[in-house]
């Protein structure tokens, strides 16, 4: 039905013209009935009285008034959302009773047909909340925004909305934007509304040691939290403890041979694929590797990629994925709720069953149960059976793809680097000669070159390449000589902290000496190198990493000599790289020569 709403005087003096539009007529008559008796009586006032009402409705809606009347209640919400952050779902929720509200009463008490109510309202809520945005950003860029954050420098972008650093993560190349955007701007940049990146090795234990993980951690839905997502610091340290004795000495000691075992498994499978002098994908393989190793650790087996040759499984995919939507679902936090409606809930929940399962099957398989870091952590805190499949989970994430990366990291700059590669092979077997002798991880931790080039593959490829997200809480605080607001988000860039001039000379150069006792080179900012992170949250399974990358490296340099196959495009491999929390990039095809031929 169409509207009985006469406009065609547009603007300046359109009118409601019951005359003209008999729709109108009879409900307008029905709607001043009770007022008949008094018009008889006091026709003169009634009449003008009646023309006054329609003439004010008619301007109210062809005068621009029932959009000027949006705009203090887009921006009164604007006030209200400051004070108290919605969820997605609360804005959804608030919209829709508006739209109810609003044509229910317009509806009832206007003589309009029921979708040209509905027309109005939506076009009502389409400038309410256009005006809102308008205030939000107004706010956003405004000098009133709190005004330590305000004197942050940055670009407007990010400024206004956290959907740039969405599409920043979303395109993989965040650590390359603020690299530039500090180089430009310098150590202190607004990346958000209410978040900064801190690029200076002096803000990194404050920020570390004092404050609380961000709402970024809880963005994902999940079924329960894993030890990384609890924000309570008293909870997390209560379940940190139980994690820190599943990684202590002794019980690293115990898991020794169980690295032995893959290791050996690792060294075979890549000989019998190299046999014929193919390149293969050594990342793919220090994956597999390193999966089926933690699953061992983790909760005493059930994986068997390397065996395969595959992840049949598909964790890895789901791992993949699960990076990239944390990553970047993890910059709009306040999505969750609505997110967690969808029928599918995303990666990280999806990985968080797929352990439950598979921790589920290996118990039920196995007649004794082994001290695995599982086992360790559940005996040690009272955790529910989703926490306990979180923490699982977690094992699997952390440690899979961190221990490959920075492995795939140092083999790729090693065949770059022959004499480097010389140094490091003649290190290993000069304090293991024999090609078949079981490498003692405390005797390579004492290896300096060794430990030199694994340093600077941390360096320059940090596995968690980001700066992960703290909070400055409802009272602000201080870090070096600024003050943050309450509730900022701030963090200080692994991979820029890494690859700042200011902290390492020829940062983007894989120099291993760098790290050895007698270097000279200047600046070499130890306070700069923090590919585990620092502080209360720093990373639990540091030493079991090292050790792992340590025995792997040695290992694979004793065993083989390593290349690139003829006509392998580095630049176009490093170029493949993209940062999504974690990275992903293009095989890393080598040619393995067995050293014992
Ligand atoms: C070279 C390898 C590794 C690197 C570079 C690395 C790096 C990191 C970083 C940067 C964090 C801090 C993340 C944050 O606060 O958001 C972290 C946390 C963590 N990592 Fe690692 N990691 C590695 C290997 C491992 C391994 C092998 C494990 C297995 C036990 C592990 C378990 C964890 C856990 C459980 C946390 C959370 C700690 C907490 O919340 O207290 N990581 N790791």
């Known amino acids: 039905m169409r509207p009985c709403l006469s406009t065609t005087n547009t603007r300046k003096s359109s009118r409601l013209d019951a005359v003209s539009c008999p729709e109108a007529a009879a409900p307008l008559q029905r709607f001043i009935a009770?007022?008949?008796?008094?018009?008889?009586?006091?026709?003169?006032l009634l009449s003008s009285l009646h023309s006054a009402m329609h003439d004010l409705i008619a301007r109210f809606f062809s005068l621009g008034a029932l959009e000027m009347s949006a705009m203090p209640a887009g921006v009164f919400t604007h006030l209200f959302f400051r004070k108290h952050e919605p969820r997605s779902l609360d804005v959804v929720a608030l919209f829709a009773l508006i739209f109810v509200i609003g044509t229910a009463v317009i509806y009832t008490s206007l003589p309009l047909g029921f979708f040209f109510a509905?027309?109005?309202?939506?076009?009502?809520?389409?400038?309410?909340?256009?005006?809102m945005l308008a205030s939000i950003c107004g706010y956003r860029i405004s000098p009133w925004h709190p005004l330590a954050l305000a004197g942050i420098p940055g670009p407007v972008m990010p400024r206004l909305s956290k959907w740039w650093t969405v599409h920043v993560v979303a395109r993989g190349k965040r650590h390359v934007a603020l690299q530039k955007l500090h180089a430009k701007y310098g150590p202190w940049l607004r990346v958000g509304p209410n978040e900064v990146s801190v690029c200076l090795s002096a803000a990194v234990r404050p920020i570390y040691s004092k404050l609380p993980r961000a709402p970024f951690y809880q963005a994902a839905p999940t079924q329960a939290d894993a030890l990384i997502t609890l924000l309570d610091r008293a909870e997390h340290a209560h379940r940190r403890v139980a994690w820190n004795k599943a990684v202590s000495s002794e019980a690293l000691l115990a898991y020794q041979p169980l690295i032995h075992n893959r290791l050996q498994q690792l060294v075979e499978t890549l000989r019998r694929r190299c046999e014929d002098g193919s390149a293969v994908p050594l990342d793919h393989w220090l994956t597999l590797f390193s999966m089926d190793t933690m699953g061992d650790l983790a909760f005493s087996g059930g994986f068997e990629t390397m065996a395969n040759g595959k992840d049949p499984e598909g964790w890895l995919d789901i791992l993949s994925l699960g990076v990239v939507f944390a990553g970047t679902a993890g910059q709009v936090p306040w999505l969750k709720d609505t997110l967690k409606l969808l029928p599918q809930q995303g990666p990280i929940a999806t990985f968080q069953k797929f352990a439950e399962t598979k921790v589920k099957n290996i118990r039920g398989q196995s007649h004794v149960v082994?001290?695995?870091?599982?086992?360790?952590?559940?005996?040690?805190?009272?955790i529910t059976e989703e926490e306990a499949a979180a923490d699982a989970a977690l094992l699997i994430v952390a440690a899979t793809d961190t221990t490959a990366q920075v492995l795939t990291a140092l083999f790729r700059h090693l065949a770059q680097n022959a004499p480097v590669m010389t140094r490091l092979r003649q290190e290993v077997l000069a304090a293991f000669p024999a090609l078949d002798s079981e490498l003692d991880p405390l005797a390579l931790a004492r290896l300096p070159f060794l430990d030199a080039c694994v340093q600077e593959a941390l360096r320059l490829a940090p596995p968690a390449p980001f700066g992960p997200p703290r909070f400055s809480g409802p009272d602000g605080v201080w870090i070096v000589d600024r003050y943050i607001p309450p509730n900022t988000t701030i963090h200080a860039p692994i991979w820029s902290l890494h690859h700042d001039p200011v902290n390492f000379a020829r940062p983007d150069d894989f120099f291993p000496e760098r790290w050895l006792a007698e270097s000279t080179l200047k600046p070499h900012n130890r306070d700069a190198f923090v590919p585990f992170s620092y502080g209360y949250g720093i990373c639990v399974g540091k030493q079991l990493a090292l050790r792992n990358v340590r025995l792997v490296t040695a290992t694979l340099v004793r065993a083989f000599d390593i290349q690139f196959p003829v006509g392998f495009d580095v630049k176009a491999y490093d170029r493949s790289h993209k940062e999504y929390g974690l990275w992903s990039h293009d095989s890393l095809q080598m040619v393995l020569r067995a050293t014992e031929d």
């Open 34 to 44: 009770p007022g008949i008796v008094l018009s008889q009586t006091f026709p003169l």
């Open 118 to 131: 509905t027309f109005l309202v939506g076009r009502w809520l389409a400038f309410y909340v256009g005006f």
């Open 370 to 382: 082994k001290k695995d870091m599982l086992s360790i952590i559940m005996e040690e805190t009272t």
